[in-house]
């Protein structure tokens, strides 16, 4: 049955919307204002949102003195690197659960959705110390490993209900065509799960970018991203709130245009599982 | 060559036996069909035999190779899904290259050998199209092209036109049967359709419940079937059956008699009834006969027959061919 909606009650759930929306993005817009407005204006109670001297001092300051391009760089080695990694160990994982199932596979994928929700900052110390006497704190590829395995078990998890999603017969008859396992992968599974893989790559890009606990914890200053570029400015001591601010949207700019241009990918890729 | 046979093959899935330890040996070049009502593990048998599933117990052999524990891509077969099964990322041509690139075939053989395919199978002019793109006969002529390629020892169909149109299917039939003239090959067919069964086999192999109930040539089936079961499932409309006072008249358990065995009479014959339906299917005119005593039966008369419904008839048996079982359900000699 259709349901019938007066101009009245649209233009009452238009301004909802919007104002829902507002509020959400309203962090990002008072981060991106502040970022433009010099130090002692950034810092005034009530906030100003008109009418002050816009700047470009904060990036200026920024980019000159801590050295941007290094951390923008590490971030995007960690954020691909461990993405890539994940997906090398988790497209065969996926494979196995969604068409060998066994008795305990659902169990198993339970369990490996549960550790995601230990609080990382019960294994800081052990993962700590073995990254330590393996020399490798503060490296990229102690990081890369390590937010691998954070998110190893959602890519397991998305790829799996995606794969599910594809017909047993066809990679049967890949196998009857001579296919062997590493073929029926990456020949039929892997192009006929596309959507799916790219939109868990997007997701896994974005939540490793995003990453603090683990990036903050681990890197000094060799390996550090983005992360611990914008943490450098909140320090208790200084009046930053500019500098942090224009740190913070260049970190986020990045991730931002990736998810912009691939909005619909991952819109299809998140919702492939229900349009059948 | 294919020939292959089954040594005490069984089949459980966990607790269950869906196939108790079964022999069967396929001759090379045989054009083999399974049937059974659904369920009865008609497809279980078939991905036994595939490589498909692995087998709980007992030997696979093909051309005398152990092959019970090769991988499906080391026997040599090919199998056409009753779901096509075709790569949807694919175009019509790399479909039916693929099993040859995984062969390593070089490029030229692959080449001839699409194109000779395609224009054997009516699909030259669609080779650059999805599967999505094509009807669903086309689509079965594609898994049949992307089968026929590789050469393989045996081809194995599992259901292939149940999912075509009924005109579509009757040609389809057609199609594999040449196909099976002209290469020889041997064919395990799987269906729950007794027509395509009878029409298609030079041997059928009846399954129910996991279980052989008989195997033979379509005709053998018909005219000696081996138990009840059997005789109820092969031939269409199927084999009336009548037990109790009239069975023991002939000392049997229980006896047959297919509706085209029967003569029919306004005026007089062995029983006795009134017509329930008639339909008329031009050639033919099928009545079920609701006998006194005996149940309801179904009779073949010609298409001039104008008998309707609550008409007085008699149906008289031809001796020669009534089926007579024993308690059992055995056939009796
Ligand atoms: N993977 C499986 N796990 C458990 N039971 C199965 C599986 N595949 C088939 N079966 C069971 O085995 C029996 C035979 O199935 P199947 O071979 O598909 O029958 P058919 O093809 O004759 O219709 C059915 O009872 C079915 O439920
Ligand atoms: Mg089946």
């Known amino acids: 049955m259709a349901r019938v909606v007066t101009p009245a009650q649209k233009s009452i759930n238009t301004a909802a919307a919007w104002v829902v929306a507002l509020i959400i993005f309203f962090p990002i817009l008072w981060t991106f204002l502040t970022s433009f407005?010099?130090?002692?204006?950034?810092?005034?109670?009530?906030?100003?949102?008109?009418?002050?001297?816009?700047?470009?001092?904060?990036?200026?300051?920024?980019?000159?003195?801590?050295?941007?391009?290094?951390?923008?760089?590490?971030?995007?080695?960690?954020?691909?690197?461990?993405?890539?990694?994940?997906?090398?160990?988790?497209?065969?994982?996926?494979?196995?659960?969604?068409?060998?199932?066994?008795?305990?596979?659902?169990?198993?994928?339970?369990?490996?959705?549960?550790?995601?929700?230990?609080?990382?900052?019960?294994?800081?110390?052990?993962?700590?110390?073995?990254?330590?006497?393996?020399?490798?704190?503060?490296?990229?590829?102690?990081?890369?490993?390590?937010?691998?395995?954070?998110n190893l078990p959602i890519i397991v998890w998305m790829l799996y209900t995606y794969f599910r999603e594809i017909p047993g017969d066809i990679l049967e008859a890949a196998r009857m065509d001579g296919a062997n396992l590493m073929s029926e992968i990456l020949y039929v599974l892997t192009p006929m799960a596309i959507p799916g893989i790219a939109s868990t790559l997007l997701l896994n890009v974005i939540l490793a970018w995003n990453e603090s606990f683990w990036t903050l914890n681990l890197t000094t200053f060799q390996a550090a991203p983005l992360t611990k570029f914008i943490a450098g400015f909140s320090s208790p001591q200084g009046l930053f709130y500019g500098k942090l601010s224009a740190a913070s949207v260049m970190a986020i700019v990045p991730i931002m245009v990736i998810g912009w241009f691939s909005q619909k990918q991952l819109v299809r890729g998140l919702t492939f599982g229900a349009v059948k | 060559m294919g020939r292959i046979t089954l040594d005490k093959v069984k089949k459980a899935f966990g607790e269950v036996e869906v196939i108790p330890p079964l022999d069967l040996t396929i001759e090379d070049g045989e054009f083999v069909v399974f049937v059974g009502p659904s369920g009865c593990g008609k497809s279980t048998l078939l991905r036994l035999i595939a490589g498909l599933e692995d087998v709980s117990g007992g030997q696979i052999r093909i051309d005398g190779q152990d092959a019970t524990h090769a991988p499906p891509s080391k026997r040599g077969l090919a199998m056409v899904f009753q779901s096509y099964a075709l790569y949807p990322h694919m175009s019509v041509r790399k479909n039916i290259a693929f099993p040859m690139k995984m062969a390593g075939v070089p490029q030229e053989e692959q080449n001839r050998k699409i194109d000779a395919a395609a224009k054997a199978l009516n699909l030259t002019d669609y080779l650059e199209r999805r599967p999505g793109q094509l009807s669903g006969g086309q689509r079965q002529r594609v898994a049949i092209g992307r089968a026929i390629v590789r050469e393989p020892a045996a081809f194995l169909f599992d259901e292939p036109l149940s999912n075509l149109d009924a005109a579509l299917r009757v040609g389809m039939r057609l199609e594999i049967s040449e196909l099976h003239e002209r290469l020889k090959t041997t064919m395990?067919?799987?269906?729950?359709?007794?027509?395509?069964?009878?029409?298609?086999?030079?041997?059928?192999?009846?399954?129910r419940a996991g279980v052989i109930e008989q195997v033979g040539s379509p005709l053998e089936l018909y005219r000696t079937p081996r138990n009840l079961f059997v005789a109820g499932f092969i031939g269409s409309p199927k084999m009336n059956l009548i037990q109790g006072q009239e069975a023991k008249k002939y000392s049997a358990g229980t006896i047959g008699i297919r509706p085209e065995h029967c003569l029919l009479s306004t005026d007089s014959g062995t029983w006795e009834g009134t017509v329930v339906v008639s339909e008329h299917l031009g050639s033919d005119t099928f009545l079920y006969v609701d006998l006194k005593d005996h149940g309801t039966v179904t009779v073949r008369g010609n298409g001039e027959v104008s008998l309707h419904h609550g008409d007085r008839v008699f149906i008289t048996p031809d001796m020669e061919k009534l089926h007579r079982f024993d308690d059992k359900g055995l056939r009796m000699p």
């Open chain 2, 188 to 207: 395990i067919y799987v269906t729950h359709d007794q027509v395509e069964a009878m029409t298609m086999a030079d041997k059928i192999v009846v399954l």
């Open chain 1, 37 to 150: 407005k010099p130090e002692e204006v950034a810092v005034a109670s009530p906030p100003v949102f008109v009418g002050f001297d816009w700047t470009m001092q904060n990036y200026h300051d920024v980019i000159a003195q801590r050295g941007y391009g290094s951390y923008f760089w590490n971030s995007v080695v960690i954020s691909v690197g461990s993405t890539v990694l994940g997906m090398i160990i988790a497209i065969p994982a996926a494979w196995a659960m969604a068409f060998v199932h066994g008795k305990r596979t659902k169990d198993l994928l339970m369990w490996m959705l549960s550790t995601k929700m230990m609080p990382a900052a019960g294994v800081l110390v052990p993962i700590y110390l073995m990254g330590k006497s393996l020399g490798l704190i503060d490296t990229r590829f102690m990081l890369m490993i390590v937010l691998m395995l954070m």
